[in-house]
Structures are given as structure tokens and as C-alpha cells.
């Protein structure tokens, strides 16, 4: 259990963290505690929950994930892509039945990093989760038009036609000033940073607004008058378990599971780019795992990595858990003292801030890509997105990994049947015996799919950073998905940033194809591309005695 569970803060503390390290971090924690204040109250108002226990969740989450994690500067909390679960769970289960999901996905979060299942959640094909995230950012989206317009209804519907007709019915009802305050936040939550990056837009425009709607006695719905008041203490509280019931609670439990640990994995991977290093997959689950089942006894939503509040972390300067620790202590001395003025957030604009969420949780561009790449990836794409808008998150999850092995069993029975026919390989030079020093090859052995992308990049990227230049040989690449498209051009970038020249052989015309329509050709260079081995090592040759 040592080696499998190795929080990354007692590594640190071992080896010993420095009083320059520690200061940077804690300031950096503040920040990103300001940064996570109004993202965690307006992701609970979304979810259907009170104000504070979003505020709970960062809060108790947000210090396990930190002083447990696998990550150094993981920063963990609620997030928007539990939006569209939570609210259906309470929907149809309560609030006790959220609790028990909840911390029924926290057990399977342990029991994933348990059984080391931490690299097998990264395979999930990259079009499933462009389609569900996409797909949960209009789902956000249509969720905040009501408070974003002012309509007075009532009570939302929880199926998105029958919510945009409701809208559409209602669409005379609309508040002009609830209107100009949720259009004021996303100006200022998105323009603000470009001025003064160390304090989030969206908390200048909390302030500004809610003084706004208090002393001008503006007519819009604020926390307050759809709350009520905001607690400033955190409490045990134990759900009453109707034990008949457990069993319909797996497959949402199952899905908050899923994809709090995708997202935490990702975000970590994203974080270990931004700071050379390398975070430990199975312990940061655990360390989901138990601030899941943990968080909710004390009123919290489920909680798992937060990319953009991670990202802000790094970016201020944050290296260690500490960072993640002050975060979450900033958000107990706010809700502590400063809680009662929270109540007084005009609901507009909280709306504008998720409207801001929703768009950068789209992903459109990686959405419009995947639509211009292959028939099989845009059967995944759409069939999660669709699923995700207008049926259930939990089916589209299930049903988009389905079809990625269905339609990759297909793509690799074409693969092996043109293969039978078509035995040809005029690439092969096999001699590496004469290599220039400063010149490596690497050779990809298979297609570069979803199974083996990560794999296959994490060991290019190795081989390259001990290099000057790298070939990449491709004569035997029958094809790339979108996932392996989208780690190449991760690792790419990352070569490229310490001087690494990479040079690609014996790339087949449809992955040529797929190389320029992702722009990898751009990325490389068409130049620095050959057919055949022997040109790509011949130029390497030449190109070493320039480098040297």
C-alpha cells in the first residue's frame, strides 16, 4: 500500500520544502481562493443546492485533495461537469440520496486507484469526452438562461426542450436590468484579467454588482431572496439510508466515479505540463475518493480537479499542496466571517459567471476538428453529445464507451483485412548502427489510437528530450484517431519547447491527411516529413552538423 498510496505533500515535507517555495505557495493559495469564492457558490446554485455547501465542498474537498493528492498543485472543488448530475440526482433521489451517490462514488474513486486503474481512465477515447463535455456546457448553459433573462417561472423543467419551450413561452417576462448585470459580469469576468491577472474578473464583478443591486434597490432575485441566508458554520450531517433504495444509487454513483476521475487525471496531466512534472495517478484517486465520501457528511456536492482553478495556481506561482491547502483555509475564513454579505449576490449574476464557464467547458474547437476528421470519431462525438443534451449523462457515458470499442473492433478488422491484401513494405532500413550522436529514432509499431496514445507519447517525449533531433518512424501507423492526434500534438509542443527538432518517416497518405487537417503539418513542418526512412535520416544528417 506504500507505494501504491504516496500523497505528493509528504514527499515534499521529506525532502524538505524551502521558506521562498512556502511563502510563493500561500500566496498563491489566497488567490486562487478569491478565484474559487464565486465559482463555488454559483456551481451549487446550479446543482439545485444551497450557496454554502458549494462553498463546503471546496472548502473540505478542497484541503483532502491537497494534503492526499498525487499532484503538487492539483487545486480540487466542485465543478461545472457535476452540474447536469447532481441536479438530476436531487431531482429524483433528494438530498440524502446525493449524499449516499456521492460517497458511493468516493468508495469506487478508492477502489480505482486500489486496483491501480489510474492510466486505464486515461484511455477514454478524446472524442466521448469532447461530446459529454461539450455537451454539459449547453446543458450549463440552458440552465442559467432563466436567472441570466430574469423570466419569472417558477420552476425550471429539468428536460432541455421542454426548458427552451418554457423560455421561449416566457421570453415576455424578461427583466432588462437582470439582463444588463448578467451581460456587465461576462464582460468583466472575461476582460478584466487582461488588466490586473491576479484577481479573477468574475470576483470584481460579484462586488460591483451586488453593491449595485443594494444601493440602488435594483428589482432582481439575489441569493437571499431564493435561499435565504447563507450559514457561516460547517456541521456533521448523516443521511438517513433507506437500504431498498442502495442499488438504484450505483449508476449515478458510477458516473460521478467516471468522471471525477477523468477529470482529475486530466487536469493533473495538464498541470504536469505547465510545471515539468509528474503526478501519481492512484494516489490522486484515493484522494478523491476519500474527500468524496468525507465532503458530503458535512453538506458538501461531489468534488474532484479543478483545471482552471489548477491552472491559476500554477500560474501564480504555486508548487506545492500547500497552495491547495491556503486555498481551502482563505474559503473557511470567508464563509467564517464574510458569509453573511454573500446572500446578497444578484442570481444574474452568478448566471453570467456559468454562461463564462460553459463556453470555455465547450471546447468548440476541438469539437468542429473532430467533425473534420473520421466517420468513426464523429459517430462517437455526436452520439455523446446528443445523449449527454437530451437523455442522461450517465447513458451517454456508457453508451459512448460502448460504441469507441465496437467501432474500434471495426476500424482494426478493416485494418487487418487490407493488410492480408496489400503485404507491401518498401521502408526498411533497420541498421541504426551509424546514427550521428544527438540523433534518436523511435519507431510507433501499431495506429496510434485511444489504447496506446499515451503510451505511445509519454515514451516519444522521453527519447526526444535526451535528443537534438528525433525521427519518428510511421511505416507500420495504419491510422490516428482523434485521442492520438490530440496527445501528438501535446507531445509536439512540448518537444519543440526545448529546442527538439522531430522529423517523421514513412507516413501513409490518410494519416498524412489527418496530419494537415490538425495542423501537425504546420506544427512540424511539411519540410521535416518524408515517405521513406532513408530521406528522413539522410536530412537528419545534415541537420545535426547545423545544431552542433
Not at 211 to 238: C, M, R
Not at 394 to 423: C, P
Request: glycine content about 8%.
Amino acid at each position: 500500500m506504500n507505494t501504491l498510496f504516496k500523497p505528493k505533500l509528504f514527499s515534499l515535507l521529506k525532502k524538505g520544502i524551502d521558506k521562498k517555495t512556502i511563502t510563493t505557495d500561500i500566496l498563491a493559495g489566497i488567490v486562487v481562493g478569491i478565484v474559487a469564492l464565486p465559482l463555488a457558490i454559483a456551481f451549487a446554485v446550479a446543482s439545485g443546492v444551497s450557496p454554502e455547501k458549494g462553498l463546503i465542498t471546496a472548502i473540505v474537498a478542497g484541503f483532502i485533495i491537497s494534503f492526499l493528492g498525487g499532484s503538487r498543485v492539483q487545486i480540487g472543488g466542485p465543478t461545472g461537469a457535476f452540474i447536469v448530475i447532481v441536479f438530476g440526482v436531487l431531482e429524483q433521489y433528494g438530498i440524502d440520496g446525493l449524499i449516499i451517490s456521492t460517497m458511493l462514488a468516493g468508495a469506487m474513486l478508492v477502489l480505482f486507484g486500489v486496483l491501480k486503474l489510474g492510466a486505464l481512465l486515461k484511455f477514454f477515447p478524446h472524442p466521448l469526452i469532447v461530446g459529454f463535455t461539450s455537451g454539459i456546457a449547453l446543458v450549463i448553459f440552458s440552465t442559467q438562461v432563466k436567472d441570466a433573462l430574469g423570466l419569472d417561472i417558477p420552476k425550471v423543467p429539468s428536460e432541455f426542450i421542454d426548458k427552451w419551450s418554457l423560455y421561449i413561452e416566457k421570453i415576455a417576462s424578461f427583466n432588462y436590468i437582470a439582463l444588463l448585470i448578467t451581460l456587465f459580469t461576462i464582460l468583466v469576468t472575461i476582460y478584466f484579467p487582461r488588466f490586473i491577472k491576479k484577481i479573477p474578473g468574475s470576483f470584481i464583478a460579484i462586488i460591483i454588482t451586488t453593491a449595485a443591486v443594494q444601493l440602488f434597490d435594483l428589482p432582481v432575485t439575489t441569493i437571499e431572496s431564493f435561499f435565504g441566508n447563507i450559514p457561516n458554520k460547517i456541521s456533521i450531517n448523516i443521511p438517513t439510508i433507506d437500504w431498498t433504495n442502495l442499488p438504484y444509487y450505483f449508476a449515478p454513483a458510477l458516473t460521478i466515479a467516471l468522471l471525477g476521475g477523468i477529470e482529475s487525471l486530466l487536469s493533473a496531466v495538464v498541470s504536469d505540463g505547465m510545471i515539468s512534472g509528474k503526478h501519481r495517478s492512484n494516489t490522486e484517486l484515493i484522494a478523491q475518493g476519500i474527500a468524496n465520501i468525507v465532503t458530503p457528511l458535512f453538506g458538501g456536492i461531489p468534488a474532484t480537479g479543478a483545471i482552471a482553478r489548477t491552472a491559476t495556481n500554477v500560474k501564480n506561482g504555486g508548487r506545492t499542496p500547500i497552495a491547495g491547502i491556503t486555498h481551502a483555509i482563505t474559503l473557511l475564513l470567508i464563509m467564517l466571517f464574510l458569509g453573511q454579505w454573500a446572500k446578497l449576490i444578484p442570481m444574474a449574476s452568478l448566471a453570467g459567471i456559468l454562461i463564462v464557464v460553459s463556453y470555455n467547458m465547450s471546447e468548440w474547437r476541438s469539437f468542429k476538428s473532430i467533425l473534420g476528421g473520421s466517420l468513426f470519431d464523429i459517430i462517437i462525438l455526436l452520439s455523446t453529445f446528443f445523449l449527454t443534451v437530451l437523455v442522461d449523462l450517465t447513458i451517454a457515458i456508457q453508451i459512448g464507451v460502448v460504441l469507441s470499442a465496437l467501432l474500434f473492433m471495426k476500424r482494426m478488422s478493416d485494418i487487418a483485412e487490407k493488410r492480408i491484401n496489400n503485404v507491401v513494405d518498401s521502408d526498411i532500413i533497420d541498421d541504426y548502427s551509424s546514427l550521428p550522436e544527438g540523433v534518436a529514432i523511435y519507431e510507433i509499431s501499431g495506429p496510434l489510437f485511444f489504447g496506446s496514445a499515451r503510451r505511445y507519447t509519454e515514451v516519444i517525449e522521453n527519447v526526444g528530450m535526451k535528443s537534438k533531433i528525433l525521427i519518428i518512424r510511421m511505416r507500420h501507423v495504419s491510422f490516428v484517431d482523434q485521442t492520438g492526434l490530440h496527445n501528438l500534438k501535446g507531445t509536439i509542443k512540448n518537444l519543440k519547447s526545448y529546442g527538439v527538432l522531430l522529423i517523421f518517416s514513412g507516413v501513409n497518405n490518410e494519416v498524412l491527411i489527418d496530419f494537415e487537417k490538425n495542423k501537425i503539418t504546420c506544427m512540424v513542418e511539411r519540410s521535416n516529413i518524408f515517405s521513406t526512412f532513408d530521406e528522413a535520416l539522410s536530412y537528419a544528417k545534415e541537420k545535426i552538423k547545423t545544431l552542433k
